[in-house]
C-alpha cells in the first residue's frame, strides 16, 4: 500500500511538472527595474558558472590525483604482500626452531647449574689439553648464545613486521577512503552549483519573459507596470459557457484518469460540443497562454486572464480548450470569445487529461505570473466557482451567462 501511495505520489509531482509552464514574479515596478533585475540576474549566473568551471576543474585535478594515488596504492598493496609472505616465512622459521632453541636453553641452565663446562675443563691432564677445552667449550658457549640471539631477533623482527604491516594498511585505507570523500565533496558541491545556475537561468528567462510582454503591451521605461497593465474593471464574473451542466465539481475528487484521490482547482464543465464558443467570464487581459504546443501537458491549451473585480485582483483560467482566439496582452470583456471548447475526440491526439469534451474553469485571487509565481500558491488562492456563479449541482443545465 505505501509502495502504491509513493508512486501516486511521485506520478503526481512528475505530472505537475508537465500542468503549469514555469512562471516568475518580480519585485519590478518599471521596465528600467526589470532590465536592472535581468542584468543582476545574468551576472549572477556568470558567477556561478565560473564557480562551477573552478569545480569540475577541482574534480579533474582529484581524479588526477586519484590516478596517482593507485600506483602508490597497487606499490603499497605489493608490499604489504611482500611483507605477510616475510612474516609467513618467518613465523615458519621460528616455529620450527622454537623446539630446539628451547632444549638448548634448558640444557644450557643445566649445565651451568652443574658446572660441567668448569669440569670439563679444570678435568683436563695437561696445559695443552686445557687450552683445547677451554677453547672448545667458549666455541660452544659462543655458538649457543648466537643461536638465542639470532632467535630473539627473528621474533623481534617478526613481532615489528606485523605492526608496521598494520599501519601500512590503516594508512592505505585511510588514503583512499580521504580520496573517495573529497571526490563526492566535490561532486556534491558541483550538482549544488548547477542546481543553483539552473534555477537562476529560469529567473532569467522568466524576467525575459516578463520584459517581452510588457514591451509588447507598449509600456514605457518608468511606466508604472501596473498602471501599463490596464486591466478595465468589472462587478462580477460571468458564466463561461452560454449553457452547460457541471460534470466534475471544485476540491478533491477521485482523479477519473489517474485513479486516486486528487485536488480538482476548478470546475469541468460539460454538456457542449466541441468548437463551442468560451468568453471570458469578466473584462481583462490576457496574461498568460499554453497551447499545444506542450505535447505532454494535462489540460491542453489554456488560457490565463487577469482581472480587477470591484477594486480587487483575480486570475480566471480556461483549459482543455480546442483553439485559442486571443493573445497575451489582449484586453478583453465578459463578451469576449477567448477560444473554444475542446477535450474530446478532436483534441484527443494530444490532450493527455480529458475523457471528453468540457471546459475546466477555475477562479483565484490575484494575478498568476505577476503577484505571485509559484503553482502551489495559485492552488492555494482557488476558491469555488459554483458558488460564485451560483451554478447549479451536476446534471442540471443552465441556458443563459
Known sequence: MRKKLTKYLIFALSLMLFIMPTVNASDANTLAELRKEL???KNKKKTQDNAKRQTKNQISSAKNNIFSSQ???ETGKKQIEASKKEIETLTDEINSTKGSIKKLMNSYQVMEGENIYLDYVFNADSYADLVYRYSLVKQILN????QIEDWESK???NEDLQKDLANKEIQLNNSIANLENQLDSLGTQLDEITEISMDIQEQIDGVADLIKYYESLGCKENENLDQCVSVKGDTRFRKPLTKGTITSYYGYRFHPIYNYKKFHSGVDIGGNKEGT?????????VGMIIDKTYKRICGGRQVYIYHTINGKKYTSA???LLSINVKVGDSVTSNTVIGKVGGGKKTKSWEKCS???HLHFTLAE???GRTYSSYSTFLAKTFDPQKTLKLPNKNKYWYSR
Open 39 to 41: 542584468t543582476a540576474l
Open 71 to 73: 600506483q602508490a596504492i
Open 143 to 146: 655458538y649457543n648464545n648466537g
Open 155 to 157: 621474533v623481534q623482527y
Open 277 to 285: 464558443n468560451v468568453y471570458a467570464t469578466a473584462n481583462g487581459q
Open 318 to 320: 480556461y483549459l482543455h
Open 355 to 357: 475523457t471528453g469534451a
Open 366 to 368: 490575484g494575478w498568476y
